[in-house]
């Protein structure tokens, strides 16, 4: 009933910059907090972007000052500037979405891979 489906990935030179986004799409009557994710190969899971439905944001050190995310309707997009190559990782979007029917659904991206080398 509904998808989440993003894009934006690729590759950059350290210092680069590129822009992730996902769309939402389906029986939806409203979004929720959305948050940018990443893994890298032998890691974790890391969150590294959180924006609220009232817009409040926030980062962790490791990204802070590099990395924007900001919403458009069923959009949420995150701006990464000053790339280095230990961002290398795939990013995944996740929010949180009431469908019409006023079902809750916490829903998932399918993943987008960044590779920052020279």
């Known amino acids: 009933q509904v998808q989440f489906v993003e894009s934006g990935g690729g590759s950059v030179q350290p210092g680069g910059s590129l822009r992730l986004s996902c769309t939402a799409s389906?029986?939806?009557?409203?979004?929720?907090?959305m948050n940018w994710y990443r893994q890298a190969p032998g890691k974790q899971r890391e969150l590294v972007a959180f924006?609220?439905?009232?817009?409040r944001t926030n980062y962790p050190d490791s990204v802070k000052g590099r990395f924007t995310i900001s919403r458009d309707k069923n959009t949420v997009y995150l701006q990464m500037n000053s790339l280095e190559p230990e961002d290398t990782a795939v990013y995944s979007c996740?929010?949180?979405?009431?469908?019409?029917?006023?079902?809750?659904?916490?829903?998932w991206g399918q993943g987008t891979l960044v590779t920052v080398s020279s």
């Open positions: 924006i609220s439905s009232g817009g």
């Open positions: 389906g029986s939806i009557f409203s979004i929720g907090a």
């Open positions: 996740n929010a949180i979405i009431v469908t019409t029917s006023k079902q809750y659904l916490e829903v």
